[in-house]
């Protein structure tokens, strides 16, 4: 049961994954994206990984894909010359380059002999637990995300401002 | 329950296929949501390795790089629209005014 919901949902990301990369229309990519990270975030549900999957929906599928969305309904149609690099070497290059990534990645993890985890705790994945592993151990890296978050902030406002008149 | 490496090796095509797109698309929006998909492909196998080691570790971690993928889509887009005021087009290989 568990691998037939694993299967079909790996099957539609990968699906989503080809359309973001392979439709013409940049909307529609985009849309795919919001497909392909809902699907993650049923794939961590599956891991017991509840709170990020709230988080995924919650800043990918929300606030990043709206901001995506926003700027390529900004930005209006592009130019000429069709969506696609061009050069049928470049093509054969990429595609030999990726295939050979996926495959040297997944023969990798093949040879590992990863070993199925044991049934999880109740506990695992929780908000308290990964709340306490937040504000304990990792709490500085915790805090500056939020400086982080703020040099964004004004950076993204200073960079789409446009020049400063000098 | 689903092994590990199932998840890893579906991450590994995930980030492959993000790669192509970041090396075959034009626009550079797009190029910009195909590295999303990377990181996306490499959180997944935080988690999935977080699971295999009963830890809250890569879990935390996956976090961070969301906090970092948000923070980077504002800035990314910001830089994007103001190249695409100054030179009027989407397209990478039309901004290529610092390749060598």
Same mark, same amino acid.
Request: hydrophobic letters at 35%; glycine letters at 18%; charged letters at 20%.
């Given at each position: 049961m568990a691998l037939a919901v694993f299967g079909l949902l790996a099957a539609l990301l990968l699906v989503g994954a080809l359309v973001v990369v392979l439709h013409p229309d940049s909307v529609y990519s985009a849309l795919a994206l919001v497909g392909v990270m809902a699907l993650l975030a049923a794939l961590f549900v599956t891991l017991d990984a509840h709170l990020i999957a709230a988080f995924q929906v919650i800043v990918? +599928? !929300? +606030?990043i894909m709206v901001l995506f969305l926003f700027v390529i309904m900004l930005i209006g149609r592009p130019g000429s010359g069709g969506p696609f690099a061009r050069g049928k070497l470049l093509w054969a290059a990429s595609g030999l380059g990726a295939a050979a990534l996926a495959v040297g990645l997944g023969t990798m993890v093949a040879r590992s002999a990863l070993p199925t985890p044991d049934a999880g705790r109740a506990?695992? !994945?929780?908000t308290t637990t990964l709340a306490r592993a937040l504000f304990t151990t990792c709490l500085l890296p915790f805090e500056l995300t939020s400086v982080l978050l703020l040099i964004a902030v004004v950076g993204a406002v200073v960079l789409a401002k446009g020049r400063p008149r000098a | 329950m689903v092994p590990t490496g199932y998840y890893v090796i579906l991450a590994a095509a995930l980030f492959a296929i993000g790669a192509l797109g970041v090396l075959i698309r034009r626009n550079v929006i797009v190029i910009f949501m195909a590295i999303e998909l990377m990181l996306n492909a490499v959180n997944l196998a935080f988690v999935a390795f977080a699971r295999q080691l009963g830890s809250t570790d890569g879990q935390v971690f996956v976090l961070f790089v969301m906090t970092v993928a948000a923070a980077e889509a504002a800035v990314g887009l910001a830089i994007i629209i103001a190249v695409i005021r100054n030179r009027?087009?989407?397209f990478a290989d039309q901004n290529a005014l610092l390749r060598w």
């Open positions: 990918y +599928a !929300g +606030a506990e695992f !994945g929780t | 009027e087009s989407v």
